[in-house]
């Protein structure tokens, strides 16, 4: 299903479906101007799919998970050693989105449905790790889902966040991820799902 690099938009046809492809390129400001490009084109229906990051080990790598509540941990302002949210700080805006579409599909339905959080930062320290999961208590760590949210939500299009495990989130050891194994677990199961329509 990935075909284009840089944004570009790409149209295939399968099952009667016609199916656009988008590949925004890595974190929030990339996703949300892509999408800004290209999602008031009239879609039915919007998929995000991409791997994550797991705080929760009970998900085996490889996994499906479909997110469907996202938050920006990192908008608001440190005071000293506390951090304050746009809400305690009394300004527009929000730091949690929750999808609330509701897709008719017998594939996406038996998805395990989670919370995340989108970084900048990718968590590898086990302080910043214990710290965020008190405040956010999450499974998938990735770095463009809420920013997808946030999106379709404005546009009002219905979507779903669907994201393969490829790692856990801990110090940084790359010899313990399997991308290859996610990207593939997450393509069959995207086809299993446009299939399902």
């Known amino acids: ?17 016609d199916i656009h492809t988008l590949i925004t390129g ?7 101007y892509a999408l800004g490009k290209n999602l008031n ?28 509540e996202d938050s920006f941990p990192e908008l608001g302002a440190e005071d000293g050693d506390d ?3 746009l809400e305690e700080m009394k300004l527009e805006g929000t730091t949690r989105i929750s999808n609330k579409s509701i897709i008719k599909n017998k594939v996406l339905a038996f998805i395990p449905k989670v919370k995340g959080v989108t970084v900048n ?15 956010h208590p999450v499974v998938a760590e990735s770095m463009e889902g ?5 999106a379709c939500q404005n546009e009002d299009v219905p979507c779903a966040q669907l994201r393969t495990i490829s790692n856990y989130v801990e110090r940084r050891d790359k010899s313990k991820w399997n991308i290859p194994l ?5 393509n069959n199961e995207a086809i299993r799902i446009l299939n399902a329509f």
Do not use: P
């Open 182 to 186: 996610a990207i593939e677990n997450l």
């Open 83 to 85: 951090f304050l949210s």
């Open 41 to 68: 084109k009239g879609y039915d229906l919007v998929l995000n799919l991409g791997i994550c990051g797991s705080f929760d080990r009970s998900y085996s790598i490889g996994s499906i998970v479909n997110v469907i």
């Open 26 to 32: 890595v974190g929030m400001a990339a996703t949300a």
């Open 146 to 150: 809420a920013a997808f949210l946030m």
């Open 121 to 135: 930062t990718v968590h590898g320290n086990n302080d910043s790790i214990k710290r965020l999961l008190e405040n």
């Open 1 to 17: 299903l990935l075909k284009e690099m840089g944004g570009k938009l790409t149209t295939l046809k399968s099952n009667g479906l």
